[in-house]
């Protein structure tokens, strides 16, 4: 079973860009989870998506948004990039359809270097 | 609210001594309680997990965690150290459709 991919693995930008990451779930997966790691702030929940609907969000300006497509793949997008911004963004896939089946399946992440 | 503190950012063990990482946690309803490791520029690897039932819970590469109400723990342990156990460790606490994590041991190895 092929686990969670991610793309791209490293990405640098420019202050003011903006940019879109990928995560493809584990196959069956329709829960796909958004977090960002970084020294200061260690690892923090962006948003949770659930068979294409948004069921949780966390404390992040509105610069940061996502989206899930019928296929369960996600994506999620920083517009007007800060320096702040930089970090490690971790995606999580889950079937997270009951309460007992909530174990979540991370991929390596994708490494954004803001300049 | 539910929360996850792990106690001591940094551990250092020599190669065969006892691994103890702590984490406690604070939740208003029964916890869906998670250990993770993180290896250098990798994502998190599922270690072990604790929902109901059995209160010593066993994972992969020998670890073990106990949920221990009274305390409010979730302590992490392995009988001896490794030098391939050397990583950073992530308690989590299952909150509505979202994880909150500790803020990390980073575990170091001493040869």
């Known amino acids: 079973k092929a686990g969670v991919t991610q793309t791209p693995r490293y990405l640098i930008k420019t202050r003011g860009q903006q940019v879109t990451l990928s995560c493809s779930p584990i196959s069956g997966h329709r829960s796909v989870s958004w977090y960002q790691q970084t020294p200061g702030q260690g690892l923090q929940f962006l948003f949770e998506y659930f068979s294409e609907t948004q069921r949780n969000k966390g404390n992040f300006p509105g610069r940061f948004s996502g989206r899930q497509f019928s296929n369960s793949r996600s994506e999620m997008n920083v517009s007007t990039l800060e320096l702040g911004d930089s970090a490690l963004y971790l995606c999580a896939s889950s079937p997270w359809d009951s309460p007992m089946n909530t174990e979540a399946f991370f991929g390596q992440g994708t490494r954004l270097t803001v300049v | ?111």
């Open chain 2, 1 to 111: 609210a539910q929360s996850v503190t792990q106690l001591g950012s940094h551990v250092s063990v020599s190669e065969g001594a006892l691994v103890l990482l702590r984490c406690n946690y604070s939740s208003s309803v029964p916890p869906y309680l998670f250990w993770y490791v993180q290896y250098p520029n990798q994502g998190l690897q599922l270690l072990l997990k604790y929902t109901t039932g059995a209160t010593l819970v066993k994972g992969i590469n020998g670890f073990e965690a106990e949920f221990k109400k009274s305390e409010t723990s979730f302590h992490l342990t392995k009988p001896s150290a490794h030098m391939s156990d050397a990583a950073e460790y992530f308690c989590a606490v299952c909150g509505t459709y979202k994880y909150i994590f500790g803020t990390g041991t980073r575990l170091k190895v001493l040869a």
